[in-house]
């Protein structure tokens, strides 16, 4: 869908967006109506103002309507600190959790997206991330901010999305994940869509995932970047003026008012530029903190307002962000750490493999060894040997996956593959074949061709 000016959602969240742009930060609205409903917003060039109509059904089914106006400039008691939006996070790795973010967070990173990408009238920007993801949120007021269409497929369609992406001539897109992308990549009639007007495409993924990507669409400058709910969007986003080299390589460099420190994860001593540490945030987009769970809030915000993310990362001497992985996913193999992103990107590069995604496995012997699901790219064949064998001798020993599984549904959390389902079927599947050790590395055997 395009959002025009005249728009009707199932949701209160373009309450907020529209709140946001003309400067309004609270509107009251009485308690009995801001329960799921459906809102109507109508902007009046005559007037300058929003019109507001919120239809909520009461529980004998009775539909209760509530009028506003938002006028440019309105005064309303407020502050920038004040609470805006509740968004939840993925639950990716953990349990979901509310981040409280405030009214200049929102502000902020809507108008950071608006100024990294260029936008503007004249530009039409394309989003597969869900209105409940903050990556779908916040492009959404840097749209209304910038002047010009955002264009969503709802429940993501590859055919949606290839024909909004050519009827709409979208000059941004953002699938963000592979797993989206990719799907559009594979349609039948991706050869002969006319994506001419598409000048920026951000992708998340290593060095040969992206550049594999780029080279199916060599006219798109294609960028990368890395956030968080906790960061209220992108702490970092890559820019269609950076280097090539750069835009395949890293997440491009920190957003407008945010700031980034990398420290070592045991001693929380500064890493000098180019060293791997945890990624440290703070800024003006940085959340408030987690709904009702203070506890937990206190335990990854510190004294000085940084929050420890959990991330491992570096910062180059240019200022540029390259994300390596979670610090929980870090795999202990006999005491070698091993960076799941590392063999993802090692495999992506075997000409059969669409999506790679690594796992630890229990083991008797080291602990843990890494094992891979791998989606499979159209009409491709590989085998767990040929994956196994292409690695050998090529990354260290203890980073050779033991075990391939092969996939062609991902157990999804929103957006992100959720490894911990993965990890949990492959536990459970050497469990009930009585196997506690993997099989040692094997002699390589004829190597398939790289991309």
Excluded at 33 to 57: K, M, N
Excluded at 77 to 88: G, V
Excluded at 279 to 296: D, S, V
Aim: charged share 20%; with cysteine.
């Amino acid at each position: 869908m395009t959002v025009p000016s005249t728009a009707i959602f199932a949701t209160t969240i373009l309450f907020v967006a529209l709140c946001v742009v003309s400067d309004v930060r609270t509107l009251r609205i009485p308690n009995a109506l801001t329960g799921p409903g459906i809102l109507i917003a109508r902007y009046s060039g005559e007037t300058d103002a929003v019109q507001i109509i919120l239809h909520t059904p009461k529980e004998d089914g009775v539909t209760q309507i509530w009028h506003g106006l938002i006028t440019r400039g309105q005064s309303l008691p407020h502050s920038e600190a004040d609470l805006a939006m509740i968004m939840y996070t993925s639950g990716t790795t953990a349990q979901p959790k509310g981040c409280m973010l405030s009214h200049d967070a929102m502000v902020c990173q809507g108008r950071n997206y608006a100024d990294r990408y260029g936008l503007g009238p004249g530009e039409s920007f394309w989003d597969a991330l869900p209105l409940f993801h903050i990556g779908g949120i916040v492009p959404l007021l840097g749209c209304l901010m910038a002047g010009c269409p955002y264009v969503h497929p709802g429940v993501f369609d590859a055919d949606v999305a290839l024909g909004q992406l050519t009827a709409e001539r979208c000059t941004v897109a953002m699938p963000v994940f592979d797993t989206i992308w990719l799907a559009v990549l594979a349609h039948p009639r991706f050869a002969e869509a006319d994506l001419g007007a598409l000048r920026t495409l951000l992708l998340l993924g290593g060095p040969e995932a992206l550049a594999a990507a780029q080279a199916r669409i060599p006219h798109v400058a294609q960028v990368s970047g890395t956030g968080s709910t906790e960061a209220g969007g992108n702490l970092a986003l890559g820019s269609a003026l950076d280097p090539p080299a750069k835009r395949t390589t890293t997440c491009g460099r920190l957003m407008s008012g945010m700031e980034a420190a990398i420290v070592a994860p045991v001693t929380g001593a500064p890493c000098p530029p180019g060293e791997v540490g945890e990624l440290l945030i703070r800024g003006r987009g940085r959340f408030l903190g987690y709904y009702k769970e203070p506890e937990a809030t206190a335990a990854i915000i510190d004294d000085e307002g940084w929050y420890h993310s959990g991330d491992l990362a570096s910062i180059d001497a240019d200022g540029y962000v390259t994300y390596i992985g979670r610090e929980k996913d870090t795999l202990k193999v006999g005491g070698e750490n091993v960076a799941p992103r590392e063999v993802e990107d090692f495999l992506a590069r075997h000409p059969a493999v669409a999506i790679a995604a690594v796992i630890g496995a229990p083991d008797a012997r080291y602990t843990e060894v890494p094992a891979a699901y791998v989606e499979l790219a159209p009409g491709a064949a590989a085998t767990e040997e040929e994956l196994i064998a292409f690695c050998i001798d090529e990354i260290a020993t203890f980073k050779v996956p033991r075990y391939v599984r092969f996939v062609t549904e991902w157990p999804m959390s929103g957006t992100k593959i959720e490894k911990r389902t993965l990890r949990e079927r492959l536990a459970e599947e050497l469990r009930a074949a009585g196997i506690t050790e993997a099989p040692p590395v094997r002699p390589p055997g004829p190597r398939s061709p790289r991309r």
